[in-house]
């Protein structure tokens, strides 16, 4: 079992800066990809970006390329998220995501990921 715990969210304006992070803990040495999804009303689940811990490979969604920098502590075992220039577009709540590669590859798909955290909420004023 892997434990995920998110935390950073919080309302900003237009153009402005958060940084998220997710704590793991458990077993998590069976889950080689961590990744980061989001959820606005009434709209389905994304993924914005995953890594592959073991080698530090990242991916990320083309509305967040450019903006967004994921990246992982293995000392503390923490993902995070830093989010730049966010529009309005960027609310909803995100999600921490734990699951196992694929020979090093990371796709940012919901269901590879087995573990989910509970989600920290992300507004975006304009």
């Known amino acids: 079992q892997v434990q995920l715990v998110e935390s950073g969210g919080g309302s900003v304006q237009a153009g402005g800066s958060l940084r998220l992070s997710c704590a793991a803990s458990?077993?998590?040495?069976?889950?080689?990809?961590m990744g980061w999804f989001r959820q606005a009303p009434g709209k389905e689940r994304e993924g914005v970006a995953s890594?592959?811990?073991?080698?530090?490979?990242?991916y990320y969604a083309d509305s967040v390329k450019g903006r967004f920098t994921i990246s992982k502590d293995n000392a503390k075992n923490t993902l995070y998220l830093q989010m730049n220039s966010l529009k309005p577009e960027d609310t909803a709540m995100y999600y921490c995501?734990?699951?196992?590669?694929?020979?090093?590859?990371?796709?940012?798909?919901?269901?590879?990921?087995?573990?989910w955290g509970q989600g920290t909420q992300v507004t975006v004023s304009s």
């Open positions: 995501a734990a699951g196992p590669d694929s020979r090093g590859y990371c796709p940012i798909l919901a269901w590879r990921f087995g573990y």
């Open positions: 458990g077993a998590t040495y069976s889950s080689n990809c």
């Open positions: 890594i592959y811990t073991g080698g530090g490979t990242t």
